[in-house]
């Protein structure tokens, strides 16, 4: 059972923050939570996510840190003073309400304690705690909002209300066998990269887009043109080993809940900018890291409604349209450009590449979703399969507000 004081200092010193894209919803343990409109994440080694809002004032710290959770079966009153007693060792306690069940005895029961901490390893600070511990499909969720001032509190007590109140709860499935097509992310130091696995029942697994996506690859021609994309897999006791062409060490994956874990090595380009931003040194260093990765949902048949925009770093081209494609739910669809960016063409043979045939201005058509695959259908014909793909966590909504295309990201615009 994972307790409170392991984090507590971290909320007060908190390094790196990512954006978060609007609308973007996090699985932790069990919990869907949906992010506020200018908040940013923090996503710790130990899968716990620390929620900070933008606008912060120098010196005022202010988190909502979603520490997941677990099966259980007890007293969610007496599970509230065991995590509240974590707290207590922290320094001296004020203006503590002593806690509250609400809807005890029910399907759902909420627990929550707030109080006023004076440190006593920070003679000084001062913290506002409000901890809530929700109790629903057989398991306890666990999350803390903390700040460093009554007016942070205050100010910000209302968008952590909101996200509470708006939390959907799922029972987290165990983690399927790695079989098909399985949808990874990795983070990489500042970025989050989405990888592609695709087992195949031969013992042989790809690692990659591939082209054409999923329901249509030719894994023969990939093969000839990227031998180093594929390996073979198999069963260790309770891993899966798999072995890529060239690797000197083998990927171990074990099961970690709804999914699974691998420690792998990625690259990373990094810079080095002048003060008035120029780029002017860049390198690559390889980075011990960790896949998550899981049995991918095939969409078939799925729908979308909304425009998603094509998705450029905060640095770039931040002066110039960023192609969209809309999508509608009677299976239509218009573009301008946002699949030629996501299209780079396919291969021939060894050595010979077939240029995209999607006009680079885009245009509209006809859509349809399955087995991973997006396929479109131009007015004049042109026809164009891309891989699709989106956490399972998105696809619960039932309208992700993030997508990949061949393995390109692509935001729902609000």
Request: aromatic share 10%; proline share 7%.
């Amino acid at each position: 059972m994972r307790r409170w004081p392991l984090g507590c200092a971290a909320l007060l010193a908190i390094v790196f923050v990512s954006p978060v894209r609007a609308g973007e919803t996090l699985a932790v343990g069990g919990a869907l939570v949906t992010i506020a409109d200018g908040w940013k994440k923090t996503v710790n080694k130990d899968d716990t996510v620390v929620l900070t809002p933008a606008d912060l004032p120098g010196g005022v710290a202010c988190t909502l840190t979603l520490l997941g959770g677990e099966p259980f079966d007890g007293s969610v009153k007496d599970r509230l003073t065991s995590e509240w007693k974590g707290f207590e060792d922290l320094g001296t306690v004020s203006n503590d309400e002593g806690g509250k069940i609400n809807g005890e005895g029910t399907t759902r029961e909420v627990a929550s304690r707030s109080g006023i901490i004076d440190l006593k390893a920070n003679p000084g600070v001062t913290i506002r705690v409000w901890l809530l511990i929700p109790y629903t499909n057989g398991r306890i969720e666990r999350m803390v909002f903390v700040t460093s001032t009554p007016e942070a509190f205050d100010k910000y007590g209302p968008a952590v209300t909101a996200m509470f109140n708006g939390i959907k709860y799922v029972a987290p499935k165990p983690a399927e066998p790695l079989a098909g097509v399985c949808f990874g992310m990795v983070q990489v130091k500042t970025s989050t990269e989405p990888e592609c696995w695709i087992f195949l029942p031969d013992g042989v697994v790809f690692k990659g887009f591939p082209y054409g996506g999923p329901a249509h690859a030719d894994f023969d021609l990939q093969r000839t043109v990227h031998a180093e994309s594929f390996g073979e897999y198999r069963v260790d006791g309770e891993e899966i080993v798999v072995t890529m062409k060239g690797d000197k060490e083998p990927t171990r994956f074990a099961r970690s809940g709804c999914e699974w874990t691998a420690k792998v090595t990625r690259p990373f380009q990094d810079r080095r900018s002048s003060a008035k931003g120029f780029t002017i040194a860049t390198w690559v260093d390889q980075v011990p890291t960790e896949l998550h990765l899981a049995r991918a949902e095939p969409c078939d048949d799925m729908k979308l409604t909304g425009t998603y925009r094509f998705y450029v770093p905060y640095w770039g081209e931040k002066d110039k349209p960023i192609p969209t494609i809309r999508f509608t739910a009677d299976g239509e669809f218009v573009e301008d450009g946002a699949i030629r960016r996501c299209d780079s063409g396919e291969p021939v043979s060894r050595g010979k590449w077939k240029p995209s045939v999607v006009p680079e201005a885009g245009g509209r058509g006809r859509y349809a979703i399955g087995k991973n695959t997006l396929d479109l259908t131009y007015a004049d014909g042109t026809t164009i399969g891309l891989t699709f793909q989106s956490t399972n966590a998105e696809i619960a909504k039932g309208a992700p507000a993030t997508l990949y295309l061949q393995g390109k990201l692509l935001d729902l615009v609000p």
